[in-house]
């Protein structure tokens, strides 16, 4: 029986060595297991973008590139975006964190876009999350847009704020300013007046119709210029940098959808002039479609062999 006893005893002092050097496994475990965001850098001062690796923290925002629109990372762990001048409301995500300036958005190298409250010194508790994954970048638009990409080409959006203004006004804004968007001040025929391509996206910028030519075929007048088509013009200048020729005005075919604000000229394509031996000439065409262009005409289409035309509907 003693010897039973001392077996039991024996055993039973074996296995809490055993436990508590599980434990000390464990914590040592534990202790090397960090986030895979737990370390990362803050985004540039300025810049409209978060990229993979960076975070936005506490009081922090991303400014798009016109200015207009910023989105803050609040000390009181919303995120919101503001229009400006005048900061004025325009989205939130509705989070909150637990200890005011504890808190970070994170775009994490695994993909995911993740908000962190860091209120707990021993781990950073995930409060909201994209659900995302890949490598992307976080972007605030001039239209008002906080769109998350892939890095990928051509980029895919995977989430929005759903909060882009798709006004003609605020459209034309964003191509007057687009450093890839170049408008040309007369027209192919030489003619110079106030309806060339820069001038009609100034003046609709200014909240004011297009100018209509008044020579040829032209109609004269004035044409509110379609947002479909605007958007189209810069969704291309995300791939391609572009020279624009004609919007409203100039002389065009009888009829030409140009005079109801619904198209635009593209005569040079990445710096390359418009020829059938432009490489990317066709693909651009495509894509034209791809976005709701119902006439897409280029090099092999008669009269069109020095530019690719681009017309949406008739609203």
Request: aromatic share 6%; net charge neutral; with cysteine.
């Amino acid at each position: 029986m003693d010897q039973q006893i001392v077996t039991l005893a024996r055993t039973a002092r074996q296995l809490v060595t055993r436990f508590r050097m599980l434990v000390l496994l464990a914590g040592i475990l534990l202790a090397n297991i960090v986030p895979v965001f737990a370390y990362p850098a803050a985004a540039a001062a300025g810049a409209d973008y978060l990229a993979v690796n960076e975070r936005l923290g506490a009081g922090q925002l991303l400014l798009s590139r016109s200015g207009q629109y910023q989105v803050e990372m609040q000390n009181d762990g919303n995120l919101v975006i503001y229009a400006n001048p005048g900061h004025v409301f325009r989205w939130q995500l509705g989070t909150r964190t637990r200890i005011a300036g504890q808190v970070f958005l994170g775009n994490q190298n695994d993909g995911n876009l993740v908000m962190y409250d860091t209120s707990d010194p021993n781990r950073y508790i995930a409060i909201w999350s994209t659900g995302t994954s890949g490598a992307n970048t976080l972007v605030m638009q001039d239209d008002g847009n906080l769109v998350l990409y892939t890095n990928t080409v051509p980029r895919v959006a995977l989430w929005a704020s759903d909060t882009a203004s798709s006004s003609s006004t605020s459209l034309a804004s964003r191509i007057r300013d687009n450093g890839r968007i170049a408008l040309d001040t007369v027209h192919v025929s030489g003619v110079r007046d106030n309806a060339n391509a820069r001038q009609n996206i100034v003046d609709t910028a200014n909240g004011l119709k297009a100018a209509r030519s008044c020579y040829g075929t032209a109609p004269c007048g004035y044409v509110t210029l379609d947002p479909r088509m605007l958007q189209g013009m810069l969704t291309l200048s995300e791939t391609y940098t572009l020279r624009i020729s004609e919007i409203a005005g100039g002389s065009h075919s009888s009829g030409s959808l140009h005079y109801a604000g619904v198209a635009f000229d593209v005569s040079a394509i990445n710096g390359v002039g418009m020829s059938s031996k432009n490489p990317y000439y066709g693909a651009l065409m495509q894509r034209c479609r791809n976005l709701g262009a119902i006439e897409v005409l280029g090099p092999g289409s008669p009269g069109h062999d020095t530019h690719v035309h681009c017309a949406w509907s008739r609203p």
